[in-house]
């Protein structure tokens, strides 16, 4: 493939249809795909085994957003998402039914509580 047609193929690609907001917002395109998966999985009855994970996404680059560094880790360096999985082991498979990001201190003011996060709701 030509270097052309892969730069017009990668301008062509878009992981939202929401408009780019007027304040700074480093994960804009992560917004949608997030509360997309969590409202699929709204209507999934997981059991009543269910565990929390906290992992985090490797990354080398100490710009991008939401970096951190947890040294304690196999891979220290990147962001952090925590996800609640169905932890009843159904032929061996684990069910994700909840994901986020944790956006810490790169979270815009004006982009308001996750439609998902009791705790940012209240507060």
Known sequence: MSKNRYESLLQALSYTKRPSP????????????EEEFNDHYQTESPGWQNSLNE??????????????CVPRNPHPFGNDYHAIWDSEFNLGCMILW???????????????????????QLS
């Open 98 to 120: 909840h994901a986020e990001i944790q956006e810490r201190k790169d979270c815009p003011t004006e982009l308001g509580p996750k439609k998902h996060n009791k705790e940012r």
């Open 22 to 33: 007027n304040y700074n917002d480093p994960f804009h395109e992560q917004h949608q795909l």
């Open 55 to 68: 992992s985090i996404s490797i990354w080398l680059n100490k710009y991008c957003p939401g970096f951190l």
